[in-house]
């Protein structure tokens, strides 16, 4: 089998979160079909390979489509301005090319979600067993208030299959996150929200998944705090974690993403590579996509 491909870290900047995960995959992209040789193929594994056959001529059949009309369209503008054709005709260019958008991503959606599918059911994936490879932290931590920092982590890590952890290994993480001493044996009711958010950060460190997905993660927390946190992420890049962050903080974006999406009403209107942004106004290119996708709407 070809190895996992490992999700680059990202952000995506806007309204919505849509998250790609790891699936394996071969180097031109494509997603490995093995079957077993010891044993015949069920009818379930048989229609899966079936559906991820035909999303992803589907999706090759969408983007032959946007390619035509992105011609179509950018040939209509240069008659529109010579004059040799009218308005209306441009409009209608305007309307297919914008269809073929739609379609394209629409594809690309229903080629991951089948991917999903595919994965889960060749690996027999249950919920308990895919709480080891991701971990979330949402913007608002919910956590036990009656428990103290250790007893919420222990529990969490516990659900995640941790075994073997140790007072010394919680209050090591506790302490990269930036709580402070005292808070080691608070109880959560007493936690600011900097401090639960922080603690919510913790868990999904020690839990030690493959995968992070985080949603406004720095919502709460000072300047240090906050810079600490950035650290901690490019400590985790290094160790090849994928991580996937939803964020209106253009800045802090443009300082540590690879890979920055750009979303609009639920939808995503625009991917930068970090070469991409790197050197310009991260912020202007965000307000361009914005009128943009207004524009096609």
């Known amino acids: 089998m070809a190895k996992l ?24 992209g494509q997603m490995s079909i093995q079957s ?28 032959e489509a946007h390619e035509h009309y992105k011609s179509e369209y950018e040939n209509s503008q240069r008659l529109f301005a010579q004059s040799i054709i009218s308005k209306k005709e441009l409009d209608l260019a305007l309307s297919d090319y914008a269809q073929a958008q739609q379609r394209l991503k629409q594809a690309e959606i229903q080629l991951e979600r089948t991917k999903l599918s595919f994965l889960a059911n060749a690996t027999h994936i249950t919920i ?33 299959g941790k075994k073997g952890l140790k007072k010394k290994d919680y209050d090591n993480v506790m302490r990269t996150v930036g709580l402070p001493e005292r808070a080691l044996k608070m109880r959560l009711k007493h936690f600011s929200k900097g401090m639960r958010q922080k603690l919510g950060i913790a868990i999904a460190l020690l839990k030690d998944p493959p995968a992070i997905l985080m949603d406004e993660p720095t919502s709460g927390l000072d300047p240090t705090s906050t810079q600490e946190f950035l650290d901690q992420l490019r400590k985790l890049r290094e160790r090849g974690k994928a991580i996937l962050i939803t964020t209106h903080d253009i800045f802090r974006a443009k300082m540590i993403a690879d890979r920055v999406g750009i979303m609009k009403q639920g939808r995503l209107v625009a991917v930068r590579k970090r070469e991409d942004f790197k050197h310009a106004d991260l912020e202007a290119i965000y307000m361009h996509e914005m009128e943009a996708a207004e524009a096609v709407a």
């Not at 229609?47 to 969408?62: G, K, M």
């Not at 895919?130 to 890590?157: C, D, I, P, W």
């Open 5 to 28: 491909r490992r999700l680059r870290f990202a952000f995506l900047v806007g309204f919505f979160l849509t998250v790609t995960f790891t699936v394996r995959a071969q180097s031109d």
């Open 128 to 160: 308990m067993e895919a709480k080891k490879y991701v971990s979330y932290v949402s913007e608002n931590v919910q956590l036990y208030g009656m428990f103290t920092a250790r007893h919420n982590l222990a529990f969490f890590a516990e659900l995640a």
């Open 36 to 63: 077993e040789t010891e044993r015949p193929r069920t009818r379930t594994e048989l229609l899966n390979e079936l559906s991820l056959r035909a999303a992803q001529v589907d999706l090759e059949s969408a983007r």
